[in-house]
Each structure stands twice: as C-alpha cells, then as structure tokens.
C-alpha cells in the first residue's frame, strides 16, 4: 500500500509533518511518501488569476501525486480557528484542477497542535468538508499539547489512549468499508 502524507502547513518545523509522518508509518508495510506543500507555493487563488493563469503546473502535480496513492494521511496545523493560508490556496488551485481533489482514497485526518485544542477546530471543518471533495474518511484525531504527547528523540507517541485511536484508524485505511 502506498500512503501520501503531508502537513497542511508550510512550516519546515511542523509538528503536523511530524505528526502526518508519524501515523502513516504505523501502517504495516506501507510504501509511505512525505510531501511538503511549501513545495507547492502558487500565487494566491482569484477567479481572475485562473483565467489568466490557467491551472498551474504545481496544482495538476499534487492533484496527480493525491492519484497515485492507495491512502491519504494529513495533518492540519490552525491558524486562527481554520486551515493555513498555505494549505487553503493549495486547496483551492487543486479543486480547480478536479473538484473531487481527495480521488475517493480512504483518508485519515489528523491535528495536533502546542495546546490543549489540538487543531480541533480545524479538524472538525476539515471532517465536514473533506467527503464534499472525494475523501473517503477513516478517521479524524486530534492530538493535542503535541510536545507533552509525542516524544521527538524517540518519535513516538507517549499517549497510550491517543496511540489506540490512532492504531485503530490507521487499520481502517486498508479496510474497503467507510468509517460508520
């Protein structure tokens, strides 16, 4: 199976990159490929600079590397109570390549975030939407205070009740039937 994760951040240190990482890895035996949507910078989304543009190079490759997976891992970082700017013009060029961005392959959201929140808020828009655009969910989990939870040096996660949920969501990723 070959899992795609990435943070929905464009920070080099994003915990969410860690996080993503992290939870595609603990699926036995996957072909996992890391991206990095700074990789994916485009000037900022307007119907005007579509028409002017047309779709960008950088949209129809991600659009393409969301195809050649078997599954889907993403981490949201919150800005603010929603996505990063970073992530949501990516999000949007995206869409215009293909509204169904998500391709129908079983996606598991997560979010952690330094706090007690967890990027839930975002999640939970993330959740909403995210069936709106193809995506098969499996599973949404926030993880929050994320350096209390996740040991670096190690690079696990230290949270035994948060770890299960993680474990049992990564297993519905191979599984054909949706999340009920």
Known sequence: MKILAFAASNNKNSINRILAN?????YPSA?????????????????????????????????AK?????AI????????????????NLFDWTS????????????LLLA???GPGGAARVLAAAADSAPHF??????????????NNFDTETNQLTDV?????LLAAVGRLGDNSPLR
């Open 22 to 26: 992290y939870v595609a890895n603990l």
């Open 96 to 107: 215009r390549v293909n509204q169904k961005l998500f391709q129908n392959k079983p996606t």
């Open 161 to 165: 009740e948060i770890k299960q949920q």
């Open 134 to 147: 193809a995506a098969d969910v499996r599973g949404s989990i926030s993880v929050p205070d994320f350096h």
């Open 66 to 70: 969301i195809g050649e997976a078997d």
């Open 31 to 63: 072909n996992v490929e890391t991206l990095d949507i700074h990789d994916y910078e485009m000037p900022i989304f307007s119907d005007e600079r579509e028409q002017e543009l047309g779709q960008p190079d950088l949209a129809r490759q991600f659009f």
């Open 112 to 114: 952690t975030s330094p």
């Open 73 to 88: 891992v993403v981490s949201f970082a919150e800005h603010n109570g929603t996505y990063t700017a970073a992530y949501k």
